[in-house]
């Protein structure tokens, strides 16, 4: 069950600055408190340019999460808004100085410190939630993700990769922000040895080491050790809270996702804002009492 009933923000102010996965430019972002719930506000401070985290803000979605409003950009955002939503912080202004955020360690665990650092203060009112009615999906050959009723917020991921290293991993809970904090939050951006040079010839992972992502070899990752087993796919379930975070409400619903990514995440996001009869507002987070069942996953190359 989510542990606040009441809109969120931060008790005070802080700034964290490094440098960006993609772009390896510096970068600084300020987190400052609301006095009202509004919402999640990216500033780009340069331009002055205030983007709501909103789903039909979103667009190049090619290993990021990515803004887009009046020419200006704010990329992988993904991590802060996965940290700030596990925690349950959903109503902030968030000030960045320059077109992506840093990457940190490659997880979310620094920005749930932070949050942790300024502390967390409840709002006036009564925290609203999207709850999921009848079932959206969506699909794309062997990838697919949907939202189907369920008490609280649950998510169920899997991934398939067709070297040994990563194989199949899958992993299921229901998110409270404890269980963010110790299951999801440190899992670390991933990607394939393989794949590096080809990222760094079109303008990606420019500042990608392995300080801030594990990189997975054919024998195995090339990182001195994994922060859990199967941290692969605990990383996706970040990238999965934080995409979702673009609803511009918590959400109660089971979220089940196979060999998803950043563009079916914000897909699934925008499907259920375009189908207003599948889910209503809430202020409880009441049982569902909606039968479903699992349907068998096979496996497919991601």
């Excluded at 887009?68 to 802060?80: A, C, M, P, Y």
């Excluded at 990769?161 to 199949?168: D, T």
């Amino acid at each position: 069950m989510p542990r606040s009933t009441t809109p969120q923000t931060l008790n005070s102010e802080i700034t964290i600055s490094g440098h960006g996965l993609h772009g390896n430019r510096p970068c600084s972002v300020r987190l400052a408190p609301v006095a009202t719930p509004s919402g999640l506000t990216f500033v780009h401070t340069p331009t002055g340019t205030e983007i709501p985290a909103r789903a039909d803000l979103a667009g190049d979605l090619v290993l990021a999460t990515t803004l887009l409003k009046d020419g200006v950009r704010l990329q992988t955002i993904e991590h802060l808004l996965s940290a700030l939503s596990g925690m349950e912080v959903e109503h902030l202004r968030i000030e960045v100085d320059a077109e992506e955020l840093p990457i940190l360690d490659g997880s979310a665990a620094p920005w749930v410190d932070a949050i942790l650092q300024a502390g967390i203060r409840a709002l006036a009112g009564r925290r609203r939630f999207m709850k999921i009615t009848q079932p959206v999906e969506i699909r794309d050959g062997g990838r697919w993700i949907r939202a189907l009723p369920f008490d609280g917020l649950r998510l169920r991921y899997v991934i398939d990769f067709p070297i040994p290293a990563l194989g199949r991993q899958s992993r299921e809970l229901s998110l409270t922000p404890d269980k963010y904090r110790r299951e999801l939050g440190s899992a670390r951006t991933f990607c394939l040895a393989q794949e590096v040079d080809q990222l760094r010839a079109r303008g990606l992972a420019l500042g990608g080491s392995l300080e801030n992502a594990v990189v997975f070899g054919a024998d195995g990752p090339l990182n001195d050790s994994l922060r859990y087993e199967d941290e692969a796919v605990r990383h996706k379930m970040l990238d999965l809270v934080g995409d979702l975070a673009l609803l511009g409400a918590p959400l109660l619903g089971l979220v089940e996702a196979h060999a998803a990514g950043h563009a079916m995440h914000v897909a699934l996001a925008k499907a259920i804002l375009a189908n207003p009869n599948c889910w209503e507002w809430t202020e409880e987070a009441e049982p569902a009492n909606v039968r479903f069942f699992f349907q068998p996953l096979v496996s497919q190359p991601a």
